[in-house]
């Protein structure tokens, strides 16, 4: 079982449209946990950290479940530019761990 | 500052032959780490380096992979003999101090392609 997993995706939505991605992580020892984005042929960069409170960066909301081991990254109103490969990392003892991604098709 | 700079962005080879990936860090930052990422296993950590000192190496696959940091402005990651299966992209990414505020800085990858 991977440390970090996420929905396999891809996704392809219409412009306007919300979108969910869902991850999972094994390691209780996990500190902190991030949504990076990555664009084709691209590196990865961070888009948000997520708190357990949860937290909001415009049309980005992320949330954290520390007792179901669970983060999710909620899109609203979604725009050509947001199509991209979502990461979810999560962070412990300076090991940054990577899920594989989920895609996400922003279509006109 | 320019960021991570990473060379040579594009690298094919044939089996065998030698590899060498250079990384610069963003000046300041004590953390360098080197991933590598394919379609099948995603994004890898190999190692990670601390004030130019190998912390962790356990996701080096094995003796074939070395890699080094002689001083804080650079760093390499070598591999020899190289084979069909290292064929990836490579990061290094660089982060100042504590992890838990999660911005990595990443280069923009080196593409092998070993034949």
């Known amino acids: 079982r991977k440390e970090v997993e996420q929905d396999p995706g891809p996704f392809n939505v219409p412009e306007g449209a919300t979108v969910a991605f869902n991850c999972t992580y094994s390691?209780?020892?996990?500190?902190?946990f991030f949504w990076y984005r990555q664009d084709c042929r691209k590196e990865p960069k961070l888009l948000m950290s997520v708190y357990s409170s949860g937290n909001e960066d415009g049309r980005f909301t992320a949330q954290l479940n520390r007792a179901s081991q669970y983060i999710s990254l909620l899109i609203r109103d979604s725009k050509l530019s947001d199509s991209a490969t979502y990461l979810c990392?999560?962070?412990?003892?300076?090991?940054?761990?990577f899920g594989p991604g989920t895609r996400l098709s922003v279509l006109p | 500052d320019a960021g991570v700079i990473q060379s040579p962005r594009h690298e094919v080879t044939e089996m065998g032959q030698e590899v060498t990936l250079r990384c610069k860090p963003i000046?300041?930052?004590?953390?360098l780490f080197w991933y590598r990422q394919t379609m099948m296993r995603g994004l890898e950590l190999l190692i990670y380096?601390?004030?130019?000192?190998?912390?962790?190496d356990s996701g080096m696959p094995e003796d074939r992979f070395s890699a080094k940091m002689p001083n804080a402005s650079f760093s390499t990651l070598k591999i020899q003999p190289s084979e069909p299966r290292d064929s990836a992209v490579y990061f290094c990414?660089?982060?100042?101090?504590?992890?838990?505020?999660?911005?990595?800085?990443f280069g923009e990858g080196s593409r092998l392609t070993v034949l």
């Open positions: 990392v999560a962070y412990y003892g300076q090991n940054f761990v």
């Open positions: 000046s300041g930052h004590d953390y």
């Open positions: 390691n209780s020892a996990s500190q902190s």
């Open positions: 990414a660089t982060l100042s101090g504590r992890g838990d505020t999660g911005e990595l800085f």
């Open positions: 380096f601390n004030n130019n000192v190998p912390i962790d």
